[in-house]
C-alpha cells in the first residue's frame, strides 16, 4: 500500500486521472483509510478549482510553492 508521501506525490496525477489503473486503486484504498490524505486532495481540488478565476499575477510561483509545502506539512 502506498504511504502518505508516496500520496501527496502522485495526488495531481490522481486528480488528472493520469495514473495507471494499478496505481489508482493504490489511492483509492489508501484514501479510505486516511483522512489526513482524504483533507489534502480536498485542498488541492479546491486550489485547482480557484486558480483559473486568478488574475495570473497576483500569486508568484514562490508563493504557490509555500502554499503547496504547508499543505503537504499539515
Ligand atoms: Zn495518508
Not at 3 to 9: A, W, Y
Not at 35 to 52: E, G, S
Not at 64 to 70: A, D, L, S
Amino acid at each position: 500500500m502506498l504511504n502518505c508521501r508516496q500520496v501527496t506525490d502522485r495526488a495531481s496525477d490522481y486528480l488528472d486521472e493520469a495514473l495507471p489503473f494499478g496505481e489508482r486503486v493504490q489511492m483509492r484504498l489508501h484514501l479510505m483509510l486516511c483522512h489526513h490524505c482524504r483533507r489534502y486532495l480536498r485542498q488541492l481540488r479546491a486550489i485547482v478549482r480557484a486558480l483559473p478565476g486568478l488574475p495570473k499575477t497576483a500569486v508568484s510561483e514562490d508563493t504557490v510553492r509555500q502554499v503547496v509545502h504547508r499543505l503537504k506539512n499539515q
